[in-house]
């Protein structure tokens, strides 16, 4: 039975833990993998443009000995020239897996539902479960037990502040959240996760004002502040946002040496000053490096070819 990864909520915590171990293996000795996925082909249906997801997921597709074709939007007009039913089911006669990355989270449900192979979540409005991952495991790289540690979010309640929720819920690493008022995380994913962080003797917090957020926090974590397809709120959202910058004075309130996150690309001078995103303990370029790492062990174990 094939398995898809649309969400990280979808993940058990053994999962997780075996992804993270399996990443371990892929970075200590990335020659013993080299033709693990030989002959496997990828699909990346890309409705939104990328650098690191579609990098990383090439690259590491051929690291693994695999192939990969990038379909852009102009080739496949997904849901307009053809149907994501039509797309799903086409594909899986060709590729053994496909990526998607979209502006609504319905056509990674859609083409998962009629896909015959694995459908991996590049990105959609509602979900970055392959960022979130590559997150967590960049802290448990940096802080090795993460279970007594807590990562803060500040600034919008968005895909990727949606994943980081779950991911750090799912492994026991608490979160705080700062947002504006009518920016915060979807209540859902707040309710569900605030059960799986009680389970794992975790907790996941929110708040308004981003000093207490960061309050003696091991890691401080932003994003911007409008994402692609929300330019025309840009200007409106730097006023809303300001107060949440990620500057020397929010981070004199974090632990000493926090950790200083963010998933890329940063707009320099909005959501996250020059001195903050290129200090000693900044790990951004580690987030974006890991993003490889930890796709090519979801590539390897959707495909089932690890053992």
């Known amino acids: 039975m094939k398995k898809?990864?649309?969400?990280?909520?979808?993940?058990?915590?053994?999962?997780?833990?075996?992804?993270?171990?399996?990443?371990?293996?892929?970075?200590?000795?990335?020659?013993?993998?080299?033709?693990?996925?030989?002959?496997?082909t990828l699909a990346l249906i890309f409705q939104k443009p990328s650098n690191r997801t579609r990098v990383s997921f090439e690259v590491g597709m051929y690291q693994l000995g695999g192939n990969s074709i990038y379909l852009s939007p102009a080739e496949i007009n997904l849901g307009v020239r053809e149907s994501v039913r039509d797309v799903a089911k086409t594909l899986s006669r060709y590729v053994d897996a496909i990526v998607i990355r979209t502006f609504e989270h319905k056509n990674v449900l859609q083409l998962a539902e009629h896909s015959d192979k694995p459908v991996i979540n590049g990105l959609s409005d509602f979900s970055h479960p392959c960022q979130g991952l590559a997150d967590v495991y960049t802290v448990r790289g940096k802080l090795r037990n993460i279970k007594s540690k807590t990562l803060a979010f500040i600034g919008d309640g968005?895909?990727?502040?949606?994943?980081?929720?779950?991911?750090?819920?799912?492994?026991?690493?608490?979160?705080?959240?700062?947002?504006?008022?009518?920016?915060?995380?979807?209540?859902?994913?707040?309710?569900?996760?605030?059960?799986?962080?009680?389970?794992?003797?975790?907790?996941?917090?929110?708040?308004?004002?981003?000093?207490?957020?960061?309050?003696?926090?091991?890691?401080?974590?932003?994003d911007v502040w409008a994402s692609m397809g929300q330019e025309e709120e840009?200007?409106?959202?730097?006023?809303?946002?300001?107060?949440?910058?990620?500057?020397?004075?929010?981070?004199?309130?974090?632990?000493?040496?926090?950790?200083?996150?963010?998933?890329?690309?940063?707009?320099?001078?909005?959501?996250?000053?020059?001195?903050?995103?290129?200090?000693?303990?900044?790990?951004?370029?580690?987030?974006?490096?890991?993003?490889?790492?930890?796709?090519?062990?979801?590539?390897?174990?959707?495909?089932?070819?690890?053992k």
């Not at 209540?187 to 799986?196: D, Q, T």
């Open 4 to 40: 898809d990864l649309i969400s990280i909520k979808d993940l058990t915590p053994k999962e997780i833990e075996e992804l993270f171990n399996l990443t371990d293996r892929l970075k200590e000795d990335k020659n013993k993998f080299s033709r693990v996925l030989a002959g496997k």
């Open 158 to 222: 968005n895909n990727v502040c949606n994943s980081l929720i779950f991911a750090c819920a799912k492994t026991g690493l608490n979160m705080n959240i700062a947002a504006p008022t009518g920016y915060e995380p979807d209540k859902a994913v707040l309710e569900e996760a605030r059960v799986i962080a009680q389970e794992q003797n975790s907790s996941i917090k929110f708040f308004h004002n981003p000093a207490e957020a960061v309050k003696g926090v091991d890691v401080v974590y932003t």
């Open 234 to 306: 840009a200007q409106q959202r730097k006023k809303i946002f300001r107060e949440f910058q990620v500057n020397s004075a929010l981070m004199s309130g974090a632990k000493r040496g926090a950790l200083i996150m963010h998933c890329l690309p940063a707009h320099r001078g909005d959501e996250i000053t020059d001195e903050v995103i290129d200090s000693p303990h900044s790990v951004v370029f580690d987030q974006a490096e890991n993003r490889m790492h930890v796709q090519k062990a979801i590539l390897i174990t959707l495909l089932g070819r690890h």
